[in-house]
């Protein structure tokens, strides 16, 4: 009888130190041990069992029950540090990170507030009186005011631009298609030629046409700096340039102005 006891608290003390070594070989969750009930029973075979090989393999036992106590601190603190983090630990991972990483973290929380006004005719024409009264341009002669301020109704011609009903797309498409069709052997046009086509009156409009024309890469604007003329070369198609500048240009200034 005390022989088959003692094959019986063998065979449970090897079971559970295969369940203790699953456990910890397979990295499952250490809090499915319930390591009371399992202490328990270690201290009831002890107090039973006494033989030296009992005892030995109860200390074993008892050594692979640590480990999963062990393993249920290390789950806990993992736990813990993910739920917290402090301002140290996210400074050494933002130094050690690459600049994918951080720019694949800005666009996954980047939220941005987009805030739109809109441009209302009235605004325009005020602007527009504004910078024709800077003291800049009262240092002109009476009749070079005159022109820009009255020349054909400009500042009205502006404003009336982003007044109308045509699709700007619309525009920038055919004068595009004017530029290809009238454009000389030279494979360029006069600027100022060009913006007055349809007349006096309609010169603010092309050349506000013609900027985005530029801008989108469907022509390129020259300017001769001994002459001051200016050109233009259309594309057939869009290009990209490597440098981009800006020429400001006043209408009131052109070559019939």
Same mark, same amino acid.
């Given at each position: ?9 063998? @065979? ?5 130190i !295969?369940?203790?070594?699953n456990i ?8 499915? +041990?319930?390591?009371?009930a399992l202490?328990?029973? /270690? =201290? =009831?075979?002890?107090e039973?069992q006494?033989?030296?090989?009992? +005892? ?10 640590a ?21 140290q630990? &996210? ?8 600049l994918?990483t951080?720019?694949a973290?800005?666009?996954? $929380?980047?939220?941005?507030i987009?805030?739109?006004?809109q441009?209302?005719?009235?605004m325009l024409?005020?602007?527009?009186? #504004?910078?024709?009264? /800077?003291p800049?341009?009262a240092?002109k ?5 005159h ?10 011609? +502006?404003?009336?631009?982003? #007044? ?21 052997d030279? !494979? =360029? ?10 007349? /006096?009156a309609?010169?603010?409009? =092309?050349?506000? +046409?013609?900027?985005? &024309?530029?801008?989108? *890469?469907?022509? @390129?604007?020259?300017?001769n700096?001994?002459? *001051? ?5 259309? #594309?057939?198609?869009? &290009? ?5 500048? $800006?020429?400001?240009?006043s209408?009131g ?5």
């Open positions: 009888m005390a022989s088959r006891s003692r094959s019986i608290a063998r @065979e449970e003390l090897l079971r559970i !295969g369940i203790c070594e910890e070989k397979s990295g499952l969750d250490p809090f499915t +041990v319930d390591v009371k202490l328990v029973r /270690l =201290r =009831r075979i002890l039973t006494k033989s030296l090989e009992t +005892v030995l393999l109860d200390a074993e036992t008892l050594y692979k029950v480990l999963i106590i062990a393993l249920q601190h290390k789950w806990l603190r993992d736990r813990a540090a993910s739920l917290f983090v402090d301002a630990l &996210i400074t050494v991972k933002i130094l050690s990170a690459d994918k951080l720019a973290c800005l666009t996954s $929380s980047w939220n941005p987009v805030f739109g006004e441009l209302t005719k009235g024409k005020d602007g527009l009186d #504004y910078f024709l009264s /800077l800049t341009r240092s002669t009476m009749d070079s005011s022109d820009i301020g009255q020349d054909d109704g400009l500042v009205d011609n +502006v404003v009336n631009l982003f #007044y109308q009903d045509t699709v700007l797309e619309d525009e920038v498409r055919r004068l595009h298609c004017e530029m290809l069709e009238t454009v000389g030279g !494979g =360029r046009l006069d600027y100022w030629r060009f913006i007055e086509r349809e007349g /006096l309609r010169r603010a409009q =092309r050349a506000y +046409v013609v900027s985005f &024309i530029v801008s989108e *890469g469907l022509a @390129e604007m020259q300017r700096p001994l002459t *001051g003329e200016i050109y233009l070369i259309p #594309y057939s198609g869009k &290009i990209e340039r490597k440098n981009v500048v $800006s020429l400001p240009i209408l200034a052109g070559k019939n102005g």
